[in-house]
């Protein structure tokens, strides 16, 4: 059972930035992709980042230039550095492992 857990929300103010981890209890860490989705109230389950095991990376539109998205296989570990925060940014952000596992999720609230 893969478990995962995220860390590094919180609240920020509009322009400002946050750094999100996620450490994975999984063997296979290295060998699989590693996504950050997010949702907002009311609203779908989005993909924000994705990473693949050769560290080819995917962005949604709305976070290009503005998110990153990286990992460190030694320790198990994704992270997504996040800056120019915006307040439609503010939602849970959930880490996702292979496609078929998620972490609870942390808050991350973006204030005007």
């Known amino acids: 059972q893969v478990q995962l857990v995220e860390s590094g929300g919180g609240l920020v103010q509009a322009g400002g930035s946050l750094r999100l981890s996620c450490t994975a209890s999984?063997?296979?860490?290295?060998?699989?992709?590693i996504g950050w989705y997010r949702q907002a109230p009311g609203k779908q389950r989005e993909m924000v980042a994705r990473?693949?095991?050769?560290?080819?990376?995917n962005y949604a539109d709305s976070v290009k230039g503005r998110f990153t998205i990286a990992r460190d296989n030694a320790k198990k570990t994704a992270y997504l550095q996040m800056n120019s925060l915006k307040p439609e940014d503010t939602a849970v952000y959930y880490c996702?492992?292979?496609?078929?596992?998620w972490g609870q999720g942390t808050q991350v609230t973006v204030s005007s």
């Open positions: 996702n492992f292979r496609g078929d596992s």
């Open positions: 999984v063997i296979t860490f290295t060998y699989n992709t």
């Open positions: 990473i693949m095991s050769g560290g080819t990376t």
